[in-house]
């Protein structure tokens, strides 16, 4: 979608985006801690993803800032005001979820009306502020048209300029495109990026998709078992990951054991625990770091077990002692044969050590 930048639209639509702190957020339910001991803090106009797997505790810490899940411990801050005693419709935000609930017999145009029935500014202002979002949206040539006549990609657009039409300071989405397919899913991301880059809205955005979290957020709180292991910028998360679970989770990781100087392939939850003292450490290497050579004494042996395609590269997976190690290479290297007995390298410096 061509966002104008520089579009009156733009300009006047922009916001100031909220600071967001939690401190030491727990959420109980029964046994399960949901949240456990969770804190953050977002700056404003920032965009921070949470990402993790399936039950670590996501929409519950997004559904805590909304207020619509009470904390048992711990306090939500927006803006710099504590939000404990703050119901849900007075914190101001927008929010869109993966069913957006729009109102399918409804016009685009009224679907977006629809949060401003309650708020008391005036007709002039309504209308103005429904123009705007519908051109930042690039929405304007739909506004007449019913929501269910609309295409997946379509409706989701509808359900943004919704959440955006009364400019809130913050956005929180969770898995908003979970509906969409690939292309238009990378599509509405990069509408999602951009319409944040002119508004300079806050932005939570919830996903368990590692490649949408790295493409669209400046920072990622990485969750696991209700808690924040690391948040960091993309870059930092790939290269400097701080646990074996972030590495495994953010792109794929061969995963090795150093113990009196010899080096062993290990599976991702074996690692067992570093110890310095021992002369111990664990480690991994990115598969794009790791070269495949003759079979010979100069790495770790090993079998290709698997070659796939992918494009550009191509992914060979080779068996060391029983453990699946992953080598990406060009897809312009000779192609390898399973069977073949190989030996694996890599420069030591491309090592990222776990404690
Ligand atoms: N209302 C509830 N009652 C009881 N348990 C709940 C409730 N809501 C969430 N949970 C539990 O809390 C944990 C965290 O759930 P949450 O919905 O936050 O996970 P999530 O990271 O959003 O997962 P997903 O990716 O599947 O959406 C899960 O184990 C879930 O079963
Ligand atoms: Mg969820």
Same mark, same amino acid.
């Given at each position: ?17 909220? *600071?967001? $702190? ?32 399936? #039950? ?23 803006? &710099? ?8 419709? =007075? =914190? ?10 729009? !109102? ?21 202002? $309504? ?15 739909? +506004? ?22 009364? $400019?809130? %300071? ?21 509408? @999602? ?6 508004? #300079? ?26 808690? @924040? ?18 590495? +495994? ?5 061969? !995963? !090795? ?16 625990? *570093?110890?310095?003292?021992? &002369?111990?450490?664990?480690?991994? @290497? ?24 992918? &494009? ?5 997976? /080779?068996? /060391?002692?029983? /453990? ?9 290297? %000779? ?19 776990? %404690?």
């Amino acid at each position: 979608m061509p966002v104008n930048t520089d579009s009156p639209a733009a300009r006047a639509t922009s916001v100031d985006g909220a *600071s967001i $702190k939690v401190v030491g957020a727990v959420k109980q339910y029964g046994s399960m801690r949901a949240l456990d001991e969770v804190t953050l803090s977002v700056r404003p106009g920032e965009f921070v993803a949470l990402l993790g797997p399936s #039950g670590s505790g996501k929409t519950t810490l997004l559904m805590s800032l909304a207020g619509f899940v009470q904390l048992d411990e711990g306090e939500v801050s927006i803006g &710099g005001v504590p939000q404990t005693r703050v119901p849900t419709y =007075r =914190r101001n935000l927008g929010m869109v979820f993966q069913k957006y609930a729009l !109102f399918p017999h409804l016009t685009v145009e009224k679907n977006i009306a629809y949060p401003l029935r309650n708020r008391r500014w005036d007709r002039e202002d $309504k209308k103005r502020a429904i123009a705007e979002v519908l051109e930042l949206t690039d929405m304007t040539h739909l +506004a007449g048209r019913k929501v269910h006549q609309l295409s997946g990609g379509q409706q989701q657009r509808v359900a943004l300029a919704r959440a955006l039409v009364y $400019k809130p %300071p913050v956005l929180l989405m969770d898995e908003p495109l979970g509906a969409l397919d690939r292309k238009l899913r990378e599509q509405v991301q990069l509408e @999602i990026r951009r319409i944040h880059r002119v508004l #300079g809205t806050t932005i939570i955005f919830v996903t368990h998709d590692q490649g949408e979290a790295m493409s669209m957020a400046d920072r990622i709180a990485v969750m696991n078992h209700g808690r @924040i292991l690391q948040m960091d910028g993309p870059e930092e998360l790939y290269n400097a990951p701080n646990s074996e679970f972030v590495a +495994a989770f953010v792109g794929q990781m061969n !995963f !090795f054991r150093r113990e009196s100087g010899q080096v062993r392939a290990v599976d991702a939850e074996a690692t067992g625990a *570093s110890d310095p003292a021992a &002369g111990a450490q664990n480690f991994g @290497i990115r598969p794009e770091l790791m070269r495949i050579g003759a079979d010979d004494a100069s790495g770790l042996r090993g079998t290709v077990s698997e070659t796939i395609f992918e &494009g550009a590269n191509r992914h060979v997976l /080779v068996d /060391v002692d029983g /453990v699946a190690l992953r080598v990406q290479e060009p897809a312009s290297n %000779p192609s390898r044969t399973m069977g073949d007995r190989v030996s694996l390298t890599w420069d030591r410096r491309s090592e990222v050590i776990f %404690p």
